[in-house]
């Protein structure tokens, strides 16, 4: 394992060595041994800016013009949807996600928050149908949690 460690450590990939169940002191000590030399990689300057990411990333930094965000998954904003819900057709429910990032949503906005509803489960079924869709998933989505939790 020192092999392997001293190898990464000069290719510039650790800062952090350690070990985990199974590890010795004397482990320790020869991944030291072999890298005490090597200087750390030096960790790059990142700007700040707002980092989502869905399958793919979304940097919103102080430059970004405009963040589509598609608002037709939230029970307060789309009759539709409500009535998807429901009547629990999660399916059709999901096909209204899909067109929002079709057409250019870069975020979603979920919210299941509705007084009929047991709005925590249809939060968890619809956000785990979401996640197994690719064509969704892709972009990030923020969900609002019944009574702000």
Known sequence: MAEH????????FLNLIGGCCGTTPEHIRHMYEVTKSIT??????????????????LTIEKDTLFVNVGERTNVTGSARFKRLIKEEQYDEALEVARQQVENGAQIIDINMDEGMLDAEACMVRFLN??????????????STRPNGK
């Open 40 to 57: 750390p990689r030096r960790l790059p300057d990142i700007a700040i800016a707002c980092r989502l990411s869905g399958l793919e990333p």
């Open 5 to 12: 460690v001293k190898e990464w450590a000069q290719s510039g």
């Open 129 to 142: 149908l979401c996640a197994s869709e690719p064509e969704i998933s892709k972009v990030p989505s923020w």
